[in-house]
């Protein structure tokens, strides 16, 4: 028995000693910031560098990038090589009598090519790859601060929650001491047992409420960590290791409607990039159209080649020489082809107006939206800022006059119910207030990390 005892004694060292290796590997391979205060500006900052959203944007902006480079081609000059060898069987040459052929050959020229003219194309292309870039820099600004919004609501969403479990917690344990006072007052014989059965469905009833609040604290860090591009390890199940610093605040925020209104759809990078696409699709309406102009370019160029002819007729006689000249082609009737892309461009065109038109519609009734949910949320937190104190007082005159004999326990559990509705009232008044601030910032072009560091 002591030699078993000795075996386990040792096997529980050795597995404790590998569980801490394996906590001091997790521990190493934690990032710092996990395990330190988090502020939202920290939060906006750390979605900047690692959010997936806003890497495979960033991926997108910079293959936008190389469309423009395409698109430049156009009106820049080509530069090509060329060379050949071919070899040719004797026998499948023919020849006069006293003459000669060789069956080799090669050649060998370099060659430069610039378009001058084609209808207009190449200063549409010039123009089309500065609208691609600044379309593809709104469209990232775009996914960025849609992503940054989604942080401050998950971040403020995880306060909230934190925040509901000190109020149910304080509930529980309220109703808790009531249960217990009228455990002694029962056992004392001056209550009934009904009232100690009331008190007990009382705390009964309010736990379910702590442990929601439990779950819902759970999900909304795990909820921030996937935004902020962490991934859990495994070996964590529900305590997620994110402590956040800031807190609810109902810090003013002034806004005036028409101003912000005329700031969105100045500032707002969708109508930004749309207003690039509608150009891009008016360039290719110029560019359509080219097709019935002709199109003229230079070139000159240097060749090589084996001689054919002049004696000797050998692989290392060559001729060489310089060559220059100008081309025109002009398509006279292409079978209706540039008529098609022309109607095709002009319709996209058309369509690209009237998404504009319809996204700056959007966008001020979002704002109108954000604006009124703004003061709503507003004169929630206003009408809540003396609620609590009262419901406070409430429950100490309720708890007096029940200790008096002049009150009845229901009189103390209906004001500790409500002081529990009054503090779960502000904290979401709190909470939907900023939520309200930060979605209405949002919809007026606002940066969100500067409005989350100048909050």
Request: glycine residues 4%; proline residues 3%.
């Amino acid at each position: 028995m002591k030699k078993i005892k000795i075996v386990l004694s040792l096997s529980l060292i050795c597995f404790a000693g590998k569980w801490n290796a394996l906590a001091q590997n997790a521990d190493t391979n934690s990032p710092a910031w996990i395990s330190q205060p988090l502020s939202l500006l920290q939060s906006l900052n750390l979605a900047l560098q690692q959010n997936a959203s806003i890497l495979k944007a960033k991926n997108d902006l910079e293959a936008s990038l190389g469309v423009v480079v395409q698109t430049r081609a156009v009106a820049l000059p080509q530069l090509t090589a060329t060379g050949q060898y071919k070899y040719t069987d004797p026998n499948a040459i023919e020849s006069f009598p006293g003459t000669s052929q060789p069956n080799q050959s090669w050649n060998a020229g370099i060659q430069i090519v610039q378009s001058i003219y084609s209808g207009g194309k190449i200063v549409a292309a010039l123009r089309a790859a500065s609208a691609t870039k600044q379309q593809a820099l709104a469209q990232y600004q775009t996914t960025v601060a849609d992503t940054l919004l989604s942080v401050r609501l998950a971040y403020y969403d995880t306060l909230l929650a934190a925040q509901q479990i000190t109020v149910h917690e304080a509930s529980v344990n309220l109703l808790q001491k009531e249960f217990e006072d009228q455990q002694h007052r029962l056992d004392a014989g001056t209550v009934p047992k009904f009232n100690l059965l009331r008190a007990d469905v009382a705390v009964a009833n309010e736990r379910p409420n702590l442990i929601q609040a439990k779950n819902n604290y759970r999900i909304a860090k795990n909820n921030l960590s996937n935004l902020l591009g962490y991934n859990l390890p495994r070996e964590i199940w529900e305590d997620v290791p994110l402590n956040l610093s800031d807190s609810l605040d109902n810090a003013p925020f002034e806004v005036n409607l028409p101003d912000a209104i005329q700031q969105a759809l100045g500032k707002r990078s969708e109508l930004i990039a749309l207003r690039k696409t509608e150009e891009l699709q008016r360039l290719n309406v110029t560019s359509a159209k080219s097709g019935y102009k002709p199109t003229v370019s230079v070139f000159a160029g240097y060749g090589w080649y084996n001689a054919q002819f002049t004696p000797p007729v050998e692989l290392d006689h060559d001729i060489s020489g310089w060559n220059a000249g100008a081309q025109l082609q002009w398509d006279i009737f292409d079978g209706m082809l540039t008529h098609g892309k022309v109607v095709q461009a002009k319709s996209l065109y058309e369509k690209s107006e009237n998404d504009l038109t319809d996204q700056s519609r959007q966008i001020e009734l979002e704002v109108r939206t954000d604006y009124s949910d703004f003061i709503e949320a507003k004169e929630v937190l206003d009408s809540q800022e003396k609620v609590q104190e009262e419901a406070d007082e409430a429950l100490r005159e309720a708890k007096s006059r029940a200790d008096a004999g002049t009150g009845t326990q229901l009189d103390v559990l209906d004001s500790e119910t409500a002081l529990t509705q009054a503090r779960t009232t502000q904290i979401q008044a709190l909470h939907d207030y900023d939520t309200a601030r930060a979605k209405l910032q949002r919809a007026i072009g606002e940066d969100m990390v500067d409005a989350a560091s100048a909050k």
